[in-house]
Each structure stands twice: as C-alpha cells, then as structure tokens.
C-alpha cells in the first residue's frame, strides 16, 4: 500500500463525461443521469483499501442523509481486479448492499473514467456545482485510520452544503489521501508518476 494524495484537479474544471456500469442495478450512469441535479458527486472508492474501510460507514451516511437533496452521488471503483480481486464487480455489489449505499456504485474496467478525473488514491472526492464545474477536491475530514480523529465528514459536508445553499466553497481544501490506485500494469498516468 502505498500512501497518496489526490491530485488537487484544477478548481473550475468541466467534469468528464462517462458511461459506466452500476454494480447493484447494471443501468448505464453518465452524467446526464444527474442531469436535474444541482449538485454532483463523485467518489473513486474500492472495498479493499484500509482508508475506505475506515469511513465506509460516513460514505453510507451521506448518501443517505443527501437522499432527498439535490445532489448526485456515484462511487466508481477502478483498481485492477486481476491483482485485488476484493475490488471486482461482485464484491463491490456485496459493499453496496452490506452499506445501504443509497447511490450507483460504478465499476470502471478501462480505468479511462480515473485518468479523465485524474483520479489517484482511494477515497478521492471530486464534488461539481450546477454546471459541473468542479468547486471541491480534497478529503472527507481529518480522519485517517490510524489517528484517533473521528469520522465526520466535515469538510465535504461543507463543501456540499455550501453547493446546495448557494453559497462559495471555501478554496482552502486539503487534499485526500489513501492506498494508490491499482493501475493495470503499464496503464498508469503520466499525473501518477
């Protein structure tokens, strides 16, 4: 495992679209599935990742507690299931429903959806404003599995209120960390290196 931060995409940036797969229901998610929503989330997650396991429960929360807002949820998963077969399809199907996952829970094959997002470490959260413009990148709380800090979900929460309220995201974001993606091998990004 090795420790990684995101890559702090540049604030404003257009979301990439995509199609992926939903694990729990096979239905196709794009962006245009959000489309009604002001606010879009994406979280690249895997079930096997001690940083995930940490806040799983919070990720759940917020689902749940965002039910019935205005915002989008997806989780995508993209480790490569032939090295960490614990972040194959089915078991993330098997975390979705042990979860409550309240959201489509994606699986990304190609990993083309992580590089488009610059994705790097699980969790990474990648939150975009009505016109899918991305207004927070960075990390769910000072939280890490090893620190004795209680999961909140502080600073996205933030962040997302912020969105739903029409109110400016704080430009002080730290960024997430957590185990690297699992790239293929020889398909890892220029940005990863």
């Known amino acids: 495992m090795a420790l990684t931060p995101s890559t702090m995409l540049a604030l404003c940036t257009k979301a990439p679209d995509f199609q992926l797969p939903d694990v729990l229901s096979n239905e196709k998610i794009s962006l245009a599935t959000f489309a009604d929503k002001k606010a879009l989330l994406l979280m690249f997650i895997c079930r096997h990742c001690p940083f995930v396991?940490?806040?799983?429960?919070e990720l759940a929360q917020i689902g749940k507690d965002y039910k019935d807002r205005s915002l989008g949820i997806v989780a995508i998963s993209t480790n490569d299931v032939e090295n960490y077969p614990d972040d194959a399809p089915e078991k993330l199907k098997e975390m979705a429903l042990e979860l409550g996952?309240?959201?489509p829970f994606?699986?990304?094959e190609t990993q083309e959806v992580a590089k488009a997002y610059t994705a790097a470490c699980t969790p990474d959260f990648f939150l975009?404003?009505?016109?899918r413009e991305l207004v927070y990148r960075g990390q769910l709380d000072d939280s890490r599995p090893s620190n004795g800090t209680p999961v909140t979900g502080k600073d996205l929460r933030a962040a997302i209120d912020a969105v739903l309220n029409?109110?400016?995201v704080s430009q002080e974001q730290k960024p997430s960390v957590g185990c690297n993606i699992k790239w293929k091998a020889g398909n890892a990004p220029s940005y990863y290196n």
């Open 53 to 57: 396991k940490h806040i799983k429960d």
């Open 101 to 103: 996952f309240t959201f």
């Open 106 to 108: 994606c699986y990304d």
């Open 128 to 131: 975009f404003d009505r016109h």
């Open 166 to 168: 029409d109110r400016p």
